[in-house]
T-cell receptor, first 111, second 116 residues
Framework: DAEITQSPRHKITETGRQVTLACHQTWNHNNMFWYRQDLGHGLRLIHYSYGVQDTNKGEVSDGYSVSRSNTEDLPLTLESAASSQTSVYFCASSYGSGTQYFGPGTRLTVL | AQTVTQSQPEMSVQEAETVTLSCTYDTSESDYYLFWYKQPPSRQMILVIRQEAYKQQNATENRFSVNFQKAAKSFSLKISDSQLGDAAMYFC?????????????FGEGTQLTVNP
């Protein structure tokens, strides 16, 4: 069955380290998204992509980057992790104007 | 910019009763979509129901229905015959009606407790 996966599911890192969170979908969706979830804020958009080689900043993109080299993957990189980036991260994908489907989430702790 | 507001951080309901979760949004667009997502303790985001703004008829999915008031920019979720498995965080979300598929704007969420 087609699915969207995230890895790792849990990650603990130290301030200043570079961290990459993986997102992989097998639906052949053209759209992919990264959100972070914090208490009291719901989910907020970090970056998104509408296709290969296309990336766009969301509302909370500072300190994060993405690249889209193929349809299936949109890795999220924290260039220099900060304690304020401790959060739960969700990847999502959709085809055209269709419904977004979410991955299981990654809990990141920055010490 | 579009905003979505859920004014009820927490709600509770007795099993088998009905509960309504509120959501308001602000937009200048005429073409858009509204969604309710459920997030149980597993953290998985699950689509509950979807409403197209151009449709006057309120969407329904089994025990879940919405009251979409376009002029008032209100989009409430009604859960009938509440079950213990309905206990979760519920998020209201907005999306513009772009053909290329646009990002979601979420409300802060409402934590629903179902009491036996």
């Amino acid at each position: 069955d087609a699915e969207i996966t995230q890895s790792p599911r849990h990650k603990i890192t130290e301030t200043g380290r570079q961290v990459t969170l993986a997102c992989h979908q097998t639906w052949n969706h053209n759209n992919m998204f990264w959100y972070r979830q914090d208490l009291g804020h719901g989910l907020r958009l970090i970056h998104y992509s509408y296709g290969v080689q296309d990336t766009n900043k969301g509302e909370v993109s500072d300190g994060y980057s993405v690249s889209r080299s193929n349809t299936e993957d949109l890795p999220l990189t924290l260039e220099s992790a900060a304690s304020s980036q401790t959060s739960v991260y969700f990847c999502a994908s959709s085809y055209g104007s269709g419904t977004q489907y979410f991955g299981p989430g990654t809990r990141l702790t920055v010490l | 910019a579009q905003t979505v507001t859920q004014s009820q951080p927490e709600m509770s309901v007795q099993e088998a009763e009905t509960v309504t979760l509120s959501c308001t949004y602000d937009t200048s667009e005429s073409d858009y979509y509204l969604f309710w997502y459920k997030q149980p303790p597993s953290r998985q985001m699950i689509l509950v129901i979807r409403q197209e703004a151009y449709k006057q008829q309120n969407a329904t999915e089994n025990r879940f229905s919405v009251n979409f008031q376009k002029a008032a920019k209100s989009f409430s979720l009604k859960i009938s015959d509440s079950q213990l498995g309905d206990a979760a965080m519920y998020f209201c979300a907005y999306r513009r009606g772009e053909t290329s598929g646009s990002r979601l704007t979420f409300g802060e969420g409402t934590q629903l407790t179902v009491n036996p």
